[in-house]
């Protein structure tokens, strides 16, 4: 009799992957890899603001699938990318990193790019991982969003405290890929 492995996590999982402006998406690239890796299957969407840090070219490479930048696909012929659909396919949404800005309009129901809008008509699980500077981070309104979308159901991991890019030491550093991964793959082992 032969014994058979379980399939890993996230195996086969569909997941979006929504990277916000801010310096720690450069992570995003860490991030992807390590998703693929372990089986799942990754579309990322990037905010206009993400692309000063990393390329469309970067993740695209590493998802194997085109990376999103905005509503249209194709504005000459009308195409654009269905965030209702996008919604409906994802298993689960990541947002990492999660810029304050983005925190904000998630919180408030705003959607000026593909990234919230999608947020807005997902019907899956949410993980978000804040990153931006110490007194950004601590901020009341920044804490009041935060609270907000965990009232919402959201999963919104705690920031680690570390040096930071500005050169502060504190809370406001984005989860560590790795740790995302654990995150994800514990979700999925205890919901089958």
């Known amino acids: ?65 085109p990376v999103l930048t905005g509503f249209l696909r194709d504005a000459a012929s009308g195409q654009w990318h269905n965030h209702v659909e996008l919604g409906l396919w994802a298993e689960a949404y990541v947002i990492a990193p999660a810029s304050a800005n983005t925190i904000g309009q998630l919180a408030n129901g705003l959607c000026p790019n593909l990234l919230s809008a999608v947020y807005l008509s997902a019907r899956c699980p949410v993980f978000l991982a804040p990153a931006m500077d110490l007194d950004m981070y601590a901020h009341p309104a920044v804490t009041r969003n935060i609270q907000q979308l965990r009232s919402f159901g959201n999963h919104v991991f705690e920031s680690p405290s570390g040096e930071l890019a500005s050169g502060l030491a504190g809370p406001g550093r984005m989860l560590e890929p790795e740790d995302i991964v654990a995150e994800l793959e514990k979700f999925f082992s205890s919901v089958g």
């Open 1 to 65: 009799m032969t014994s058979s492995t379980p399939p890993a996590p996230l195996h086969n999982r569909r997941l979006l992957l929504g990277v916000s402006g801010s310096i720690a998406a450069y992570k995003a690239a860490s991030l992807t890899r390590l998703l693929v890796k372990a089986g799942a299957e990754v579309q990322v969407i990037l905010t206009e603001a993400a692309t000063a840090f990393v390329t469309p070219l970067t993740l695209g490479t590493l998802s194997k699938k």
